[in-house]
């Protein structure tokens, strides 16, 4: 674990995941405003007025140890959960180690940076971003681990926010819908020899996952959304990301469930 020395202005952020995309697109809104921006991640974020704490949030406590030295020296008003992963393949043949991982990632890595973060923010109130997914109202089909992942965070931040509001403490679960970004490429598909009878179906459904992701949001501008909730002296409790998502995630809750989960099927060619 490493830490550039330098001298850092008044407000800090803590970005877990800004090496790319997202978290990347938001840490260059940050740094131009001003901000003193950490990003804790596996591989470092390219932009120079970031400093970079290099760990893997679901390997050990490296990361939460980088958050708290980062608040013991410089404080912390800011802290974003942008990391996360991805699987597509049957709930019949899923590794546990796969989706364990991919839970200790998208959730319990966020759960455990909030925790590292919040003894330092309870003095001067602060906010907490959450990254989840549409994903987490919205089932994916054959990527079910992930939908549950987010929807976890989702509920999480709920809770957090009335927990630790008389603190000054502000938690927002921001919800994109697909975004152009190469987390599309990232994602572990299963092959067809271990998908059995499920392979047309799991390829198909990729497929039109990745043209759902790569069709959509660029992730500058669902870094502006999020920028505009950090601003936000009242931020909402969950957002979702675009005019176009916020429409459909309110369509999802109005529709009967089983309509929902007919048009989600036909979206992924099912």
Same mark, same amino acid.
């Given at each position: 674990?490493?830490?550039?020395?330098?001298?850092?202005?008044?407000?800090?952020?803590?970005?877990?995941?800004?090496?790319?995309?997202?978290?990347?697109?938001?840490?260059?809104?940050?740094?131009?405003?001003?901000?003193?921006?950490?990003?804790?991640?596996?591989?470092?974020?390219?932009?120079?007025?970031?400093?970079?704490?290099?760990?893997?949030?679901?390997?050990?406590?490296?990361?939460?140890?980088?958050?708290?030295?980062?608040?013991?020296?410089?404080?912390?008003?800011?802290?974003?959960?942008?990391?996360?992963?991805?699987?597509?393949?049957?709930?019949?043949?899923?590794?546990?180690?796969?989706?364990?991982?991919?839970?200790?990632?998208?959730?319990?890595?966020?759960?455990?940076?909030?925790? #590292? #973060?919040?003894?330092?923010?309870?003095?001067?109130?602060?906010?907490?971003?959450?990254?989840?997914?549409?994903?987490?109202?919205?089932?994916?089909?054959?990527?079910?681990?992930?939908?549950?992942?987010?929807?976890?965070?989702?509920?999480?931040?709920?809770?957090?926010?009335?927990?630790?509001?008389?603190?000054?403490?502000? *938690?927002?679960?921001?919800?994109?819908?697909?975004?152009?970004?190469?987390?599309?490429?990232?994602?572990?598909?299963?092959?067809?020899?271990?998908?059995?009878?499920?392979?047309?179906?799991?390829?198909?459904? *990729?497929?039109?996952?990745?043209?759902?992701?790569?069709?959509?949001?660029?992730?500058?501008?669902?870094?502006?959304?999020?920028?505009?909730?950090?601003?936000?002296?009242?931020?909402?409790?969950?957002?979702?990301?675009?005019?176009?998502?916020?429409?459909?995630?309110?369509?999802?809750?109005?529709?009967?469930?089983?309509?929902?989960?007919?048009?989600?099927?036909?979206?992924?060619?099912?």
């Amino acid at each position: 674990m490493s830490m550039d020395k330098i001298i850092y202005p008044e407000k800090t952020a803590v970005i877990i995941g800004a090496s790319s995309g997202i978290g990347c697109e938001t840490a260059a809104l940050l740094t131009k405003g001003g901000w003193n921006v950490f990003n804790i991640s596996r591989t470092p974020c390219e932009n120079i007025k970031v400093n970079n704490i290099c760990a893997d949030v679901a390997v050990g406590e490296d990361a939460f140890r980088g958050i708290k030295l980062t608040a013991e020296k410089y404080g912390i008003d800011l802290l974003i959960y942008c990391a996360g992963c991805s699987m597509a393949a049957p709930i019949e043949h899923a590794e546990e180690s796969d989706y364990k991982y991919l839970f200790e990632v998208n959730f319990f890595g966020a759960l455990k940076a909030v925790q #590292a #973060a919040v003894p330092y923010m309870k003095k001067n109130g602060g906010k907490i971003i959450l990254v989840g997914s549409l994903g987490g109202d919205i089932p994916i089909i054959f990527d079910s681990f992930y939908s549950a992942s987010k929807a976890a965070l989702e509920m999480f931040a709920r809770s957090a926010c009335s927990e630790l509001k008389n603190y000054g403490i502000k *938690v927002t679960a921001a919800l994109p819908g697909g975004t152009a970004t190469g987390f599309t490429f990232k994602r572990k598909v299963y092959s067809d020899e271990a998908n059995g009878a499920y392979a047309v179906k799991v390829d198909k459904a *990729v497929q039109s996952l990745a043209h759902i992701e790569q069709g959509g949001m660029s992730a500058k501008a669902v870094a502006m959304d999020i920028y505009k909730i950090i601003l936000d002296e009242n931020p909402p409790v969950i957002k979702a990301c675009g005019a176009k998502n916020r429409a459909y995630r309110l369509m999802s809750r109005v529709m009967p469930e089983k309509l929902t989960l007919y048009m989600t099927e036909r979206m992924y060619r099912q």
